[in-house]
Every structure is written in structure tokens, then in C-alpha cells.
């Protein structure tokens, strides 16, 4: 007997077509399995791996780290977990490969969200100290929901209908399934990097505790908690509430709600504004009728103030007048006394003396005037001035000495002058006009007399 050939396989052979069989199998690739959690242990790189088991069977199933649900994993709870077959090749073992990772029914995972939710209370993620007040006027609202869902276009007609100046930047993501917690906290995390958003919203309409379990999520939470920017939570209907609507900022009960929140209503704010600008009219008018009286009583003031322009003019020619008449008698006055003075200067002038007829003797050699007959003696040549010129003469052989007083009582004596040097004795004229040189002028004697007072300055008379 011969038996038939067969090909001949390695065994890696084998568990890589093991591997790809399960893995491309529509049935096996998308699977949600009940069971009870047994043989947890988890790595130091985070992995999680475990056993599902009833009463009759178990699987191998492993959930890598980021998947959803880690936290749920107890030895001995029930839990639901979604996944795809897979071979292992190393080992030759089939696993289940869990990306996430649910209470079993919704009863289980009302008490999941509970525990969940004292856990991140205790941490102070639902602290409302820390919470922030939102923009008055945003300029760009950033936006966490999917494209293709009704709040998405919800929160278009709430801002396009408000407040249209507000521009709005969309960070698309699904919002239902197993992929849906991540995408949303990488939805998140972009905005924050980006910067640009003034306020955030997180949205997507309403459903079951499942349809809206990927807001419960911690992943969630965190990357709300963590956000630079103002958060608003507007996920279900207004009785629905997530862990996303105790972590953000604010709450909205709906997305269309959310939009209204983040942006004022335009009608309300023109309303405002006319208001304002009626306000400051008015302001203005009365600061303006305030101004005009202001002006109106300082003009009056003002005038008040100003001298009687008229009175000063007659005030000014009167004191003209006066003092014209003052300045007249002044100089009337003062032109008597320059006459008189004038007067009294003519008859102290030598020449005027001269003129009556006494003269000025001086010795002829010396020049020295003669005031007494002891200064001449016999034969001694003298000049003799008059009021007409000045002649020589030659004292007498009989003329009487220094020491002959019966002489003195035979002619008169002139008045008496001062001697000076230069000045002249006054004496009657005698001797002969032969070679005589003119003699200088005699000086009107001092007779201690008070001298006259001066004629007044012209400033005295102004």
C-alpha cells in the first residue's frame, strides 16, 4: 500500500497561516465577549493580561496599554470585552486581543461610572475653584465633535444666527464606539497645542449609557482637566450627564445649548450698544449745555471785571490838565528864580565892580596882588588893572610905609575881598596907563552871606 504524498510544512508555517486565518476572519476580527475576569497581571510596560472564563471555557486575552477600560479589570468581575482572535507564535497560544473594556450590563456600568467618578472627585478634577470663567466676546471657538453629526451642524446655526463674528475651528472626531475616547482626547490635546481657540466645546447628541460611555471615559477627564482653555461639555440631553460634564469649565445641557453659552446674542448686544450710544448722547448734550453755561457765567464775570474804559479816559485828561497847569506854574516859578539868581550873580561880577571904579593892583615883577599899602614900597613898579585894561605904575617916593597908620585914615578902604592865589585886591585907581599889561579880574568878595539855593531840577517839576 502506498500512501499519497502530502506537502510537508514548518511549524511557523502553520502558526502564521493560524494567525492570518483568525485575524482575517469576519466573525472573529469584532467580537464582544462576557466574562469573568481570572489570572490578571499586569507588566511593567503596562500591559494588562488576563482570563475570560464561564463555566465551561476560558480564553487567553491581552489589553495593551491606552486601550480603554484597564481600570475595570478586578480577578473575579464580570466585565464585556471587545476585541479580535489572534495567534500567537512564540507561544502557540490563541488570544484575545481586548481594546476595550466595559462593565457587564447597565447596571454595571452605572456603578463603574460612580466609582470612576468619587475616584477623579478625589483627585480634584471636578474642583470648581479651578474651573475658569469663559470669554465675553470670543473670537474663534474651537469645537470636539464629529463632522457628520446633527451637533455639529446645531452648533453652526446656534453661532451663525448670534453672534457671527465668531469664527468657528472644528477638531473632528467620532463620538460613539471603541475608538471614540481616544480621538476625543487627541481632538483635545490639538486645540490646546494650537492655541488659536478662546474656548472649546466638547458635543454629540444624546443616546443610551452606552452611546455616550466614551465621554465617561478617564482619557476623557484627563485631557479636559489638562486643557489651557476654557471648556464647555454639551454631550446627550439635558438629563444625561458624563464625566466630561463634571470635569470642563461649564455644562451645557445640549450642544446647541453649548453654542449659546460660549457666544453672546448679537440682538442683545446691539440693543446694548444703541442703549450706550443714546447714553452718551445724551451725556454729551448735557456736557455741552454745562459748558455753555460755564462759558456764558464766566463772559459775564468777565465783563464785569473789565475797567470802565471811558471814566479812566476822563480820569486821564483830567490829571493831564493838572498836571499841565502844575507844570506851568513850576516853570513860571522857576523862571523867576533864574532871573533873580541871574540878577544876583551880576552884582557879584568883578568886571561890574571894576566898572565902578575901583581896580586891581599887583606888584609889576611878582604879580602878587597889593591889598595893603605896608606891601609897596617906594619906587616899586605896579600894574593897575580897570574895567577897561590894565596900565603900569611907580609907586612914589611919599607913600606910606607898613607901619604909618595916619595914611590908612586918608583913603578909603575897598571892601574886603579874599586872597586866594590868583585872586585880586580891589583898590582906587591911580598911577599912569604907560606899558601896562592887563592885570586878571578880581574876584567878588565873600561877605558870609547864605548862599542862594539852586534853581530846581526838571525831574522835582515832573
Given at each position: 500500500?502506498?500512501?499519497?504524498?502530502?506537502?510537508?510544512?514548518?511549524?511557523?508555517?502553520?502558526?502564521?497561516h493560524?494567525?492570518?486565518?483568525?485575524?482575517?476572519?469576519?466573525?472573529?476580527?469584532?467580537?464582544?465577549?462576557?466574562?469573568?475576569?481570572?489570572?490578571?497581571?499586569?507588566?511593567?510596560?503596562?500591559?494588562?493580561?488576563?482570563?475570560?472564563?464561564?463555566?465551561?471555557?476560558?480564553?487567553?486575552?491581552?489589553?495593551f496599554?491606552?486601550?480603554?477600560?484597564?481600570?475595570?479589570?478586578?480577578?473575579?468581575k464580570?466585565?464585556?470585552?471587545h476585541?479580535?482572535?489572534?495567534?500567537?507564535?512564540?507561544?502557540?497560544?490563541?488570544?484575545?486581543?481586548?481594546?476595550?473594556?466595559?462593565?457587564e450590563?447597565?447596571g454595571?456600568?452605572?456603578?463603574?461610572?460612580?466609582?470612576?467618578?468619587?475616584?477623579?472627585?478625589?483627585?480634584?478634577?471636578?474642583e470648581e475653584?479651578?474651573k475658569?470663567?469663559?470669554?465675553?466676546?470670543?473670537?474663534?471657538?474651537?469645537?470636539?465633535?464629529?463632522?457628520?453629526?446633527?451637533?455639529?451642524q446645531?452648533?453652526?446655526?446656534?453661532?451663525?444666527?448670534?453672534y457671527?463674528?465668531?469664527?468657528?475651528?472644528?477638531?473632528?472626531?467620532?463620538?460613539?464606539?471603541?475608538?471614540?475616547?481616544?480621538q476625543?482626547?487627541?481632538?483635545?490635546?490639538?486645540?490646546?497645542?494650537?492655541?488659536?481657540?478662546?474656548?472649546?466645546?466638547v458635543a454629540r447628541?444624546?443616546?443610551?449609557?452606552?452611546?455616550?460611555?466614551?465621554?465617561?471615559?478617564?482619557?476623557?477627564?484627563?485631557?479636559?482637566?489638562?486643557?489651557?482653555?476654557?471648556?464647555?461639555?454639551?454631550?446627550?440631553h439635558?438629563?444625561?450627564?458624563?464625566?466630561?460634564?463634571?470635569?470642563?469649565?461649564?455644562?451645557?445641557?445640549?450642544?446647541?445649548?453649548?453654542?449659546?453659552?460660549?457666544?453672546?446674542?448679537?440682538?442683545?448686544?446691539?440693543?446694548?450698544?444703541?442703549?450706550?450710544?443714546?447714553?452718551?448722547?445724551?451725556?454729551?448734550i448735557?456736557?455741552?449745555?454745562?459748558?455753555?453755561?460755564?462759558?456764558?457765567?464766566?463772559?459775564?464775570?468777565?465783563?464785569?471785571?473789565?475797567?470802565?474804559?471811558?471814566?479812566?479816559?476822563?480820569?486821564?485828561?483830567?490829571?493831564?490838565?493838572?498836571?499841565?497847569?502844575?507844570?506851568?506854574?513850576?516853570?513860571?516859578?522857576?523862571r523867576?528864580?533864574?532871573?533873580?539868581?541871574?540878577?544876583?550873580?551880576?552884582?557879584?561880577?568883578?568886571?561890574?565892580?571894576?566898572?565902578?571904579?575901583?581896580?586891581?593892583?599887583?606888584?609889576?615883577?611878582?604879580?602878587?596882588?597889593?591889598?595893603?599899602?605896608?606891601?609897596?614900597?617906594?619906587?616899586e613898579?605896579?600894574?593897575?588893572?580897570?574895567?577897561?585894561?590894565?596900565?603900569?605904575?611907580?609907586?612914589?617916593?611919599?607913600?606910606?610905609?607898613?607901619?604909618?597908620?595916619?595914611?590908612?585914615?586918608?583913603?578909603?578902604?575897598?571892601?574886603?575881598?579874599?586872597?586866594?592865589?590868583?585872586?585880586?585886591?580891589?583898590?582906587?585907581?591911580?598911577?599912569?596907563?604907560?606899558?601896562?599889561?592887563?592885570?586878571?579880574?578880581?574876584?567878588?568878595?565873600?561877605?558870609?552871606?547864605?548862599?542862594?539855593?539852586?534853581?530846581?531840577?526838571?525831574?522835582?517839576?515832573?
Open positions: 500500500m502506498t500512501l499519497p504524498q502530502q506537502t510537508v510544512l514548518t511549524v511557523s508555517q502553520v502558526a502564521v493560524l494567525r492570518e486565518m483568525l485575524e482575517s476572519h469576519p466573525f472573529l476580527s469584532d467580537l464582544w465577549i462576557v466574562g469573568e475576569v481570572s489570572n490578571l497581571r499586569a507588566s511593567s510596560s503596562g500591559h494588562s493580561y488576563f482570563t475570560l472564563k464561564d463555566s465551561s471555557a476560558s480564553l487567553n486575552c491581552v489589553l496599554r491606552g486601550q480603554g477600560g484597564a481600570g475595570m479589570l478586578e480577578n473575579g464580570s466585565v464585556r470585552a476585541g479580535r482572535m489572534s495567534f500567537y507564535e512564540p507561544r502557540g497560544s490563541t488570544d484575545f486581543m481586548v481594546d476595550r473594556v466595559l462593565p450590563g447597565e454595571a456600568l452605572a456603578q463603574e461610572l460612580e466609582r470612576l467618578k468619587a475616584r477623579l472627585g478625589q483627585e480634584g478634577l471636578f475653584s479651578r475658569r470663567p469663559l470669554p465675553q466676546f470670543p473670537e474663534v471657538v474651537g469645537v470636539v465633535t464629529s463632522p457628520t453629526g446633527a451637533a455639529w446645531d452648533i453652526q446655526n446656534v453661532v451663525r444666527r448670534r457671527p463674528l465668531a469664527r468657528l475651528l472644528l477638531s473632528p472626531t467620532q463620538v460613539q464606539g471603541l475608538e471614540a475616547a481616544p476625543i482626547a487627541t481632538a483635545l490635546d490639538l486645540l490646546d497645542s494650537d492655541g488659536s481657540a478662546d474656548v472649546i466645546i447628541g444624546g443616546g443610551s449609557l452606552e452611546d455616550l460611555w466614551p465621554f465617561n471615559e478617564e482619557i476623557v477627564a484627563r485631557a479636559i482637566f489638562r486643557n489651557r482653555i476654557p471648556v464647555v461639555s454639551g454631550v446627550g439635558e438629563t444625561d450627564f458624563t464625566i466630561a460634564d463634571y470635569v470642563a469649565d461649564r455644562r451645557a445641557p445640549t450642544p446647541s445649548a453649548a453654542a449659546e453659552l460660549v457666544v453672546p446674542d448679537g440682538s442683545i448686544l446691539l440693543q446694548t450698544i444703541q442703549a450706550w450710544t443714546e447714553r452718551a448722547h445724551r451725556s454729551a448735557r456736557a455741552v449745555d454745562a459748558s455753555k453755561q460755564e462759558v456764558s457765567s464766566l463772559s459775564r464775570r468777565l465783563e464785569s471785571g473789565l475797567p470802565d474804559l471811558d471814566h479812566l479816559k476822563r480820569q486821564v485828561d483830567d490829571l493831564a490838565d493838572v498836571l499841565g497847569t502844575h507844570l506851568q506854574t513850576r516853570l513860571n516859578v522857576s523867576l528864580e533864574v532871573n533873580s539868581f541871574e540878577s544876583r550873580l551880576r552884582t557879584l561880577d568883578p568886571a561890574a565892580t571894576l566898572r565902578r571904579g575901583f581896580a586891581v593892583v599887583q606888584h609889576g615883577e611878582t604879580g602878587r596882588v597889593v591889598s595893603g599899602v605896608g606891601q609897596v614900597g617906594s619906587g613898579t605896579l600894574t593897575i588893572t580897570v574895567s577897561d585894561g590894565a596900565f603900569r605904575a611907580t609907586a612914589g617916593d611919599g607913600a606910606p610905609g607898613p607901619t604909618d597908620p595916619a595914611t590908612s585914615a586918608d583913603f578909603p578902604r575897598p571892601p574886603q575881598v579874599a586872597e586866594p592865589e590868583s585872586s585880586s585886591a580891589v583898590a582906587p585907581g591911580k598911577g599912569t596907563s604907560e606899558g601896562a599889561e592887563p592885570a586878571p579880574q578880581a574876584r567878588p568878595a565873600r561877605r558870609g552871606r547864605r548862599r542862594p539855593p539852586e534853581p530846581p531840577a526838571m525831574d522835582r517839576l515832573l
